[in-house]
């Protein structure tokens, strides 16, 4: 079977004194060779696959729909075993090379057209501002590949698919070994599990100087990431699993295993993790309802799965019931990813039983929930952190909605709790700022309002405390459009009257 591939010949293995190290001191002094490389590699594979449809060419790139295969150069940046490593690829652009292991000289938005021109799937980033938690889209198996000088006991001539124009190439080796293998976690002393990367797809952004006026982030925009090993919005490829910078930072190092000298050339191939069409990516919906109107507490609540825009998988099942129907997702190697509904009707306590099932399966190796619907709650915000009920806790102050029920009339009175030295200077206590807010247009105008620099004089963080009783709906009504102006919302149940 023909491969169109890059051949990039013999590589030769530099020493420190040979080639500049990445960072404040610039480029490797290989980088000008490599480019030249690359340059007649593209102007060779222009005029091979002149006319193909099956083959796209590229600067610095080559994909092949047959094949199922992307694969361009980089330029390894010979980070040592104790260099934190953030990025397994970022483009020529960035200036993170001290933090990547290789730097690609195909850009960003190729490698995300030629992941496209082989029937990978994008998704879209992980972006946690807008309660996208998890990276989602189809993944893409990646492998460094590179020639070294053969041993002297081996008698190989390589392939005679050389783009550079020489007919005969010196014997070699050659070298392959996934992506994942490259980089150790030091919290578990092992390197990433061999899962693929996800492929998110970068963000696009205002760009004046393009005709469309749109461009690509990761083109544009610092740290110019291809692969990160955190989850990043601006990233082409991201890890498959919740990874947040502060979280993973200064824990994920070269491998020592596999070190690279800088300034090598490398090629880069990216495959589909399912080759013959399947996806990885389960789009699931679940409705949690109640079972009976008048009584819509406790542990009262039924659900409703199905594919989105599919068939139904259960209704009207208990909790218990799920799991089982996950798992056929997950062990057929697909990501379900679920976005939760929750009816008007129920009481805020059912709800919250209900959330607390949700966290035990939204993980790594589980379901992967979603941003829920325009106009709900994410499930998260029925499970708050229990010990932020008290104010002496808390690292900052948010807005403090206390809502009650009389006679079925609904007050709702809004605090700003603001932590003020006690009269005698020995400590702190608390004093309150407080607003009745009994309707949502009161409530918007109160959150709304400013100090005399004409700033918000609270966080967009509110900690509604309601009763257990309360339905949804009725709560939902008054927090609605705080929750429109990008307000994050708590709910800590209260008893009932």
Known sequence: MRRAIFAIGTVLLLTSMEVLAYGNRGVPATREVNQAIVDRAFASNTNKYAGSNDVLVLPGLLADRVEKRVSFFAETTGLGADDPAEFLLISLQSGHAYESIAVSFAKPSDIHKALEFIDVKPGRPAFYEKLCFWPKGERAIVTFQWNVPATPSTNTVAPDTNTTGATAQPAVEAH??????????????????????????????????????????????????????????????????????????????????????????????????????????????????????????????????SETGGSTLAENEPFHKLPA???????????????????????LDAICSAAKQLTAVDSNGGIRIEPPPPGQLYYMAFVPPEQFRDRAKRHAQPWEYRLSVTNGAIAGILTLPQEVRTEDGAGWTFKERNFDASTSAALNEALATKNERGMPIGLPVIYVFAPATMRYGDMMQLVRPALDANQTIFVYLTPSP
Not at 207 to 231: F, R
Not at 336 to 347: G, I, M
């Open 176 to 305: 392959h070994v996934r992506a994942e293998a490259l980089i150790l976690d030091k919290r578990t002393g092992k390197q990433f599990p061999a899962e693929g990367f996800v492929f998110t797809g970068s963000t696009t952004i205002t760009n004046a100087a393009s005709p469309s006026g749109n461009g690509y982030a990761a083109d544009l925009l610092e740290p110019n990431s291809i692969v990160s090993h955190y989850n990043d919005m601006e990233t082409v490829l991201d890890v498959p699993r919740r990874a947040q910078q502060q979280e993973v930072y200064r824990f994920q190092y070269p491998n020592p295993e596999h070190l690279f000298p800088t300034g090598m050339l490398v090629e880069v191939i990216m495959q589909p993790e399912y080759p013959t069409g399947k996806q990885r990516v389960a789009a699931l919906s679940l409705k949690a309802a109640t079972a009976n109107a008048t009584n819509a507490s406790g542990d009262n609540v039924l659900f409703s799965l």
């Open 325 to 347: 129907l996950f798992e056929k997702y997950i062990a057929d190697g697909r990501d379900p990813y679920v976005t939760v509904e929750f009816d008007s009707r129920l009481a």
